[in-house]
Nanobody, 127 residues
Framework: AQVLVESGGGSVQAGGSLRLSCAAS????????IGWFRQAPGKEREGVAS????????YYADSVKGRFTISRDSAKNTVFLQMNSLKPEDTAMYFC????????????????????WGQGTQVTVSS
């Protein structure tokens, strides 16, 4: 079975940092597009960041550029999302996803193009 497990969420004050982890089993994160998404109550799911196989390319939503960094540790088969300068509007449930199957040239931040999803980890940023 291909499983993704997120961790690292929590509650922080605005301006703080968190590092989310997405541990994978059943496949290698090195050869798959991996994405991070978030969904706040009453809002649509938003693509936050994505990393291509072998970390050739990374993609970020405009709302997090310069503050969030996606990376992978192949030895640990884990993808990370380093979140700095957090804002209250970053409050959401964060999910990682794998096995992107979108058309060539299409967005890596489109959630419907991912097949496997984790259960999510909650991030709460207070002002």
């Amino acid at each position: 079975a291909q499983v993704l497990v997120e961790s690292g969420g929590g509650s922080v004050q605005a301006g703080g940092s968190l590092r989310l982890s997405c541990a994978a089993s059943g496949f290698s994160v090195s050869v798959k597009n991996i994405g991070w998404f978030r969904q706040a109550p009453g809002k649509e799911r938003e693509g936050v960041a994505s990393i291509s196989p072998r970390s050739v390319s990374t993609y970020y939503a405009d709302s997090v550029k310069g503050r969030f960094t996606i990376s992978r540790d192949s030895a640990k088969n884990t993808v990370f999302l380093q979140m700095n300068s957090l804002k209250p509007e970053d409050t959401a449930m964060y999910f990682c996803a794998a096995h992107w199957s979108g058309a060539p040239g299409s967005s890596r931040l489109q959630g419907s193009s991912y097949k496997y999803w984790g259960q999510g980890t909650q991030v709460t940023v207070s002002s």
